[in-house]
């Protein structure tokens, strides 16, 4: 292994018995890095059956060679342990953005293993080579806010830290790990309570190795912010009809645009018009406020930040002294669902409280600030969802001791007040009751308070339901993205697939037309058969298969290197004169440019399959299934059942067909390998990857195909 | 020094420099240049090298406007910065025709084909055909059903009074009967083409754009 990328070494702190050791990387190179190092660790240091909460279950914090080597979009923080959330408690990731991930590496770790179980609150604090464990009696029982303010103090303000709130503590399983006051990583919060860890500091002063030269970097860099980065998401054509652009679509998050405005900055900026090309202007593109919060966000935002090393700047960070009244802060900062998840948690719809149209940006802003600081998660937005039911159903009456259920505020519920919100996530922080049940996931919830088949399944009408999986976790561009592509990806994680190298190609704003070509010039696809239009679908096919399967083996392949599968890969381009075709082979010359290693892109992607295999085989090892078809990757019937007055593949649709999906997870199987029945993988493909360990461990178990 | 050799006329290099600037600087603003507005680069002084110009331009010529060897010298020298412009290696410039036959000029680079097609019916006031022409190109090129507001951003500029009025004229006007409304469930209204979507489709491309992207970030 080069000493180029990757620094060599992972840090492992044991908090049973308070020591501290390293680990050589060079074992992990064939994982790459990140979520690959997390995947194997755990398959080589968790026993099969561990719970989430067991002290034997690890948290491993990765990065890849990628991260700290001023690589666009690439400081991500993966995180891989044993998931409360899912009845198997089976192994997941939670990834999150700012600057951990860069220090991490900068004092001079490429993962942190977490094991073990401190007897008494603590906080790690890493300053380069010296790493001790630190009382955290001090800020346990506060908030993320506070817990970072305090730490920074100790820490040093240069310090990253990475902290849990109040439900962290309380193992909440709706809970956060978050750096940054706002970058947020969903899931393993609880997890990092469950070990008595509140936190971690890191301050690095070193940096990382690179092979290529600095005008080699700086010519690769400039070639992909000129010719092949568009706005968040990569969408690549703007919001709004522009002189430079040929195309534009409204659910574009390229809101640049004349006469919009940072209009809190002091004095207010103007973003302009940032026309494709002008790479000093890329950090104006997103103006993630009003796309994210509605127009009146405007004369709020003081500007708009984001994640180190990134060009886009997707967290929009707000002034508004309206918040003041709810007893916080009148600053917040967040982005996508970290605002929309607390807005649906107002189910009875938000109603203006300060100034005309406020209902559209209190709840998101409050509820952001509420979340951040309590450190809850909503998975994907579905912690509204299961609320929802519960109490349109009348099941929180008959759950919910009465002295319980009457103190909760409705009325502030039911007038659209967004100050239900303070209640609501106290409770569920604080483990308040049996009310705060809804902390504990989709899964859970719905099994304690005994939901119908029409949570899952949807009304007989098909509408109602926005769950993927009766394990618990919610679509997250599913069906309604590229039909069987989307659906088909949605099933092989143990959470809400955070897979968006399929959406951010439909979400482009490019036509059909041009999106078929686009996907049919990626290698691994070669079809434009890949693609439907929307909601206008056709039958499954092998490019489709193909392209379920390359979105998750790049999704794989970003949480390794380790970049930000919310905008990498770059598969469309805004430019025209590139027929909107981007060059998903930059992920390689930036590999081979920083570590000084000769990969293809192929070779890549071969390296993230071995991932995403062992991934599966983890997931079938834990689960005991002999058949993932039916225990793992079954998907709820309101997908096949909505729109009852038409049949699937007619336009105007995106319903599925059962016997249609069941084929195109066949040929998905088929695709990675995998037993075509089953869906687990076989002894050949196993060996293909050099997973023959795990292949004579599922043997030894009877699970293998 | 550029030349044509048919007029024997030079447009000198800074003209054109400057010439070149004011088209990519106003397309880039989304607008287009009207050609004879160029004039005013081809004005003596400006227009004359150091070398070819008077010491002082004689005072017959600069009164005589309206003599026809003047015209001639101007529609030369307009002839010659054409020319010039389409040799250039600097700038690809663009011709659209209004309705009153006027030429409009844009750059390439700055400005697609169109949305300048788009400008130049705003400043033929071809509203119906302008709002038709759109609505048909959405519905077949991405799919998409159109939101009705999009006529009120740049570069149409429609008040909203102006455009319920073309609506409501588009709505009896049998050109336009391909043309029809949809609604999404927040009450936002769109527009779509009969020729190319399915009420159903249009309606469920609306109602994603509207309500169901927002649900699903």
């Known amino acids: 292994m080069s000493n180029y990328g990757w620094t060599g070494k992972i840090l492992r702190v044991n908090l049973s018995n308070e020591s501290v050791s390293i680990d050589d990387t060079s074992k992990y190179k064939e994982y790459i890095g990140g979520m690959g190092i997390g995947y194997k660790i755990m398959a080589d240091e968790v026993p099969v059956g561990t719970k989430a909460y067991d002290p034997e279950n690890k948290l491993v914090f990765a990065a890849g060679p990628l991260t700290g080597a001023g690589i666009p979009m690439s400081s991500r923080t993966n995180i891989t342990g044993l998931s409360p959330t899912n009845p198997s408690n089976l192994v997941a990731d939670s990834h999150m953005g700012g600057n951990f991930a860069a220090m991490m590496k900068f004092a001079g770790y490429d993962a942190i293993i977490v094991e073990g179980k401190a007897s008494s609150p603590v906080w790690l604090n890493i300053q380069d080579d010296e790493v001790t464990l630190e009382s955290a009696n001090n800020v346990w029982g506060t908030g993320i806010y506070n817990t970072t303010a305090v730490i920074n103090s100790i820490a040093g303000k240069e310090a990253s830290v990475a902290a849990i709130g109040q439900a962290g503590e309380n193992m909440v399983n709706l809970s956060v790990i978050m750096n940054g006051t706002s970058h947020s990583a969903g899931g393993h919060g609880g997890v990092m309570g469950s070990k008595n860890l509140k936190a971690i500091a890191i301050k690095g002063t070193g940096s990382v190795e690179m092979a290529g030269t600095g005008k080699e970097w700086e010519e690769l860099n400039k070639y992909m912010l000129e010719e092949l980065v568009g706005a968040n998401n990569n969408h690549v ?46 950090g104006y593109r997103t103006d993630k406020a009003i796309f994210d919060l509605g127009p009146l966000a405007e004369k709020y935002t003081v500007r708009m930040g984001g994640c180190q090393s990134c060009p886009i700047r997707c967290h929009s960070q707000i002034k508004m002294p309206q918040l003041k009244e709810y007893g916080v802060s009148e600053y917040a900062e967040n982005t996508c669902v970290g605002y929309s998840g607390p ?9 203006d409280q300060f100034e005309e149209g406020d209902a559209r940006i209190l709840p ?29 159903n009348g099941i929180l009456k008959e759950v919910l001791p009465a002295d319980e259920y009457n103190s909760i505020p409705w009325d502030l519920l039911e007038a659209g007040d967004p100050a239900f919100l303070v209640d609501f996530y106290r409770r569920i922080a604080l483990k308040e009751g049996e009310f705060s049940k809804l902390g504990m996931g989709t899964y859970w919830v719905a099994k304690e308070w005994n939901y119908g088949d029409d949570f899952w399944d949807g009304a007989e009408d098909g509408t109602g339901s926005k769950i993927w999986s009766r394990l618990g976790f919610p679509r997250h561009h599913s069906s309604e993205t590229a039909g069987q592509v989307g659906a088909t990806l949605n099933c092989m994680f143990n959470r809400d697939a955070q897979c968006h190298t399929h959406v951010n190609l439909t979400g482009s704003g490019l036509p059909i037309e041009v999106q078929k070509k686009v996907i049919a010039d990626v290698y691994a696809i070669g079809s434009e058969d890949a693609l439907d239009a929307p909601n206008d679908y056709t039958p499954a096919n092998e490019a489709k298969a193909k392209f379920a399967k390359w979105s998750i083996i790049r999704n794989v392949l970003h949480d390794s290197l380790t970049l930000c599968n919310w905008m990498w890969p770059m598969t469309a381009s805004p430019l025209k004169e590139r027929n909107y075709i981007g060059d998903t082979a930059i992920e390689a010359k930036f590999m081979n440019l920083v570590t000084g290693e000769d990969y293809t892109e192929e070779e890549l992607d071969f390296a993230a399959e071995r991932i995403f295999q062992l991934h599966r085989a983890l997931t079938t090892m834990q689960m005991g299934s002999k058949n993932m078809r039916e225990d793992h990757d079954d998907i709820c019937g309101w997908v096949f059942d909505k729109d009852p007055d038409v049949e699937a593949f007619t336009a105007g649709t995106n319903k599925l067909d059962r016997d249609d999906m069941k084929l195109a997870m066949t040929m998905f199987y088929k695709e990675m390998g995998w037993d075509e029945e089953t869906g687990i993988p076989t002894q050949a493909t196993l060996d293909k990857f050099g997973l023959n360990d795990i292949a004579d461990k599922m043997s030894s178990m009877g699970l293998l195909a | 020094m550029s030349e044509t050799t048919e007029t024997n006329v030079l447009i000198s290099d800074e003209i054109l420099e400057d010439v070149i600037d004011h088209i990519r600087q106003t397309s880039k603003d989304g607008q287009l240049v009207e050609k004879s507005s160029l004039t005013v680069f081809l004005e003596e002084p400006k227009m004359a090298t150091e070398e070819e110009a008077p010491e002082e331009a004689p005072e017959a010529e600069t009164s005589a406007e309206d003599e026809p060897e003047d015209q001639e010298h101007r529609e030369a020298l307009m002839t010659a910065l054409m020319a010039a412009l389409e040799a250039s290696d600097a700038i690809e410039v663009k011709t659209l025709t209004d309705d009153a036959g006027a030429e409009f000029l844009y750059s390439a680079a700055e400005m697609t084909d169109q949305y300048a097609s788009i400008v130049m019916s705003v400043n033929n006031k071809n509203y119906l055909k302008l709002i038709a022409d759109t609505v048909r190109y959405e519905s077949q090129k991405y799919p998409r059903a159109t939101h009705i507001s999009l006529f009120t ?65």
């Open chain 1, 343 to 351: 807005n649906g948690v107002m189910i009875k719809g938000s109603k």
């Open chain 2, 153 to 217: 951003k740049k570069p149409y500029n429609l008040t909203e009074g102006q455009l319920l009025g073309l609506l409501s004229s588009m709505s009896t006007d049998s050109t336009y009967a391909d043309l029809k409304y949809t609604e999404a469930s927040n009450g936002e209204k769109f527009l779509f083409s009969e020729r190319h979507l399915t009420a159903r489709h249009a309606k469920s491309l609306a109602e994603w754009e509207a309500v169901l992207s927002e649900e699903n970030p």
């Open chain 1, 364 to 392: 998101r802003v409050l509820g952001s600030q509420l979340t951040d600081d309590y450190g809850v998660w909503c998975n994907y937005g579905m912690i509204g969802d299961d609320f929802k039911y519960a109490y349109n």
């Open chain 1, 237 to 282: 054509v703007p919001s709004t009809p522009q002189p430079w652009a040929e195309y534009h679509n409204e659910r574009s998050r390229w809101t640049a645009r004349e006469d919009l405005y940072w209009g809190a900055a002091e004095p207010p900026i103007e973003t302009g018009i940032c026309a494709a090309g002008d790479i000093n202007r890329i």
